[in-house]
C-alpha cells in the first residue's frame, strides 16, 4: 500500500505561482510512476503531468506545458508541481497518484490517491 498526501493549494491570482507537493509513505521503495490529475467542478478528472519513477521522462497535458513543471525528489518521497502564470481556468481540485510501470495519462490506471487540494485562480 501506499498513501499520498499533498500540500500546497489555495487562492492566488492570475499570473501567480505555487508549488504543491505530494509525499508518498507505505511501500514507497517500489518503482512508481507519479502524476498530477485535476478535476474542476462538473468536469471529469484530467491528467496534469507525470513523472517517471527515475525522474528522467515527464509528460504534460498540452494546457499547461511551457508553465508546470514536474520534479520529484526520491529521498523525501516527495514530487512537486511548480505551476507558474496561473490562469482563472487552472482553477481545480489537484490530485496526486501513483501507479506500477510507466506513465499514463488514464485516471484508471492509477492504484493509489491522494485526497487532493484546492487551487483557486481568481481574475
Known amino acids: 500500500q501506499v498513501q499520498l498526501v499533498e500540500s500546497g493549494g489555495g487562492l492566488v491570482q492570475a499570473g501567480g505561482s505555487l508549488r504543491l507537493s505530494c509525499t508518498s509513505s507505505?511501500?514507497?521503495?517500489?518503482?512508481?510512476?507519479m502524476a498530477w490529475f485535476r478535476q474542476a467542478p462538473g468536469k471529469e478528472r484530467e491528467f496534469v503531468a507525470g513523472?517517471?519513477?527515475?525522474?528522467?521522462?515527464?509528460n504534460y497535458a498540452d494546457s499547461v506545458k511551457g508553465r508546470f513543471t514536474i520534479s520529484r525528489d526520491n529521498a523525501k518521497n516527495t514530487v512537486y508541481l511548480q505551476m507558474n502564470s496561473l490562469k482563472p481556468d487552472d482553477t481545480a481540485g489537484y490530485y496526486c497518484?501513483?501507479?506500477?510501470?510507466?506513465?499514463?495519462?488514464?485516471?484508471?490506471?492509477?492504484?493509489?490517491w491522494g485526497q487532493g487540494t484546492q487551487v483557486t485562480v481568481s481574475s
Open positions: 507505505g511501500r514507497t521503495s517500489v518503482l512508481y510512476a
Open positions: 497518484a501513483a501507479r506500477l510501470g510507466a506513465i499514463v495519462a488514464v485516471t484508471t490506471q492509477y492504484q493509489y
Open positions: 513523472i517517471s519513477w527515475s525522474g528522467g521522462t515527464t
